[in-house]
């Protein structure tokens, strides 16, 4: 099974509110990533936390993880119609060299 | 900044063809990859290489090879097209040593539809 899942698998938003992500995964990792992808283009790099940090921000964007639930979580704040897209967190575990992708969250923001 | 290219957006192909994906690189990265993208299942990695000709298989080579001759080129190869291959191939490059610690830089993505 996937290592990371991410939650809610769809999201539906207005310009200005703030959108939240929410990714649980199984066993421990060296550290965890954000990506996001346009419709059918290629994942960007948001946001890399790792294991021993407990918050990160880069702009508008604001990941959380906890060790202890196996769970991070990716704020954006006063979201805009650009933000629309797809929302993937990847684990790096610690018995093995891969990253491991989870199944995504579609974020729409609606002008 | 980091660019990873592919060689078509779109590929049409028939079953059992044989089908080559090109990546291209241009930020001297060790570490190049392979994933598939489906609805419901996510990324998986179908093979990974750190180094010119070294190669690993990743969660579901079946049906796949790779050739790695040059550092910034890696190849993925489908030996005999199948119609369950038909996907979205991501390709994709990190900074070399520990790499799972470094973000992936991705390609646009190939479509791909066996028919």
């Known amino acids: 099974s996937q290592q990371g899942e991410e939650d809610p698998q769809a999201l539906s938003i207005q310009e200005g509110e703030n959108a939240t992500m929410n990714c649980s995964y199984k066993?421990?990792?060296?550290?965890l990533q954000w990506y996001r992808q346009n419709s059918g283009r290629g994942l960007v790099h948001l946001i890399l936390?790792?294991?021993?940090?407990r918050e990160k921000h880069s702009g508008r964007l604001r990941v959380t993880l906890d060790t202890s639930k196996k769970s991070s979580s990716l704020l954006i704040t006063a979201s805009r119609a650009a933000d629309t897209a797809s929302y993937f967190c990847a684990t790096a575990p610690r018995w093995t060299d891969k990253l491991i992708f989870g199944t995504g969250t579609r974020l729409q923001v609606f002008p | 900044d980091v660019k990873v290219t592919q060689s078509s957006r779109y590929l049409v192909k028939r079953t059992g063809e044989k089908v080559f994906l090109e990546c291209v690189q241009d930020?001297?990265?060790?570490?190049m990859f392979w994933y598939r993208q489906d609805p419901g299942l996510g990324l998986r990695l179908i093979y990974f290489?750190?180094?010119?000709?070294?190669?690993e298989k990743g969660d579901i080579p079946e049906g796949y090879s790779v050739s790695r001759e040059k550092k910034e080129r890696f190849s993925l190869i489908l030996e005999s097209a199948s119609t369950n291959q038909t996907s979205m191939y991501l390709c994709?490059?990190?900074?070399?040593?520990?790499?799972?610690?470094?973000?992936?830089?991705f390609g646009p993505g190939t479509r791909l539809t066996v028919t």
């Open positions: 290489s750190y180094d010119v000709k070294m190669k």
């Open positions: 066993t421990s990792i060296n550290n």
């Open positions: 936390i790792r294991s021993n940090e």
């Open positions: 930020m001297d990265h060790e570490n």
């Open positions: 994709a490059s990190s900074s070399p040593e520990r790499w799972s610690f470094y973000e992936q830089y």
